[in-house]
């Protein structure tokens, strides 16, 4: 059975810092890309950032970029991991955030399409 269980979210200030987890279970994720999306209340859901297969490459919205960062630990065979730091958080960072796992990323890292397996979400409340 599948599954990506995110975890790490809460309510942080505007500035501070926050990590979130996704543990991922049921496939040989070391083989899958892996990314983060968020979702804020009435907007779609939106790319944040991904990690290639063996963390050979990483991606960022231009909205996180410099402030976040992704990273993944394959170290354990059933359980794999993903992570993305959130550093200087901003209020407009609060959303639903969801890791996803993708195969190939056809037709690309930053297109929810991609990704055949995710997560329920965390939430993530930047207060001012």
């Known amino acids: 059975q599948v599954q990506l269980v995110e975890s790490g979210g809460g309510l942080v200030q505007a500035g501070g810092s926050l990590r979130l987890s996704c543990a991922a279970s049921g496939r040989t994720f070391s083989a899958y890309g892996l990314g983060w999306f968020r979702q804020a209340p009435g907007k779609e859901r939106e790319f944040v950032a991904a990690?290639?297969?063996?963390?050979?490459?990483?991606?960022?919205?231009d909205s996180v970029k410099g402030r976040f960062t992704i990273s993944r630990d394959d170290a354990h065979n059933t359980v794999y991991k993903t992570y993305l730091q959130m550093n200087n958080v901003k209020p407009e960072d609060t959303a639903v955030y969801y890791c996803a796992a993708a195969a190939a990323f056809v037709p690309g890292y930053s297109r929810e399409e991609a990704y055949r397996y995710w997560g329920q979400g965390t939430q993530v409340t930047v207060s001012s």
């Open positions: 990690i290639s297969q063996s963390a050979g490459a990483t991606y960022y919205s």
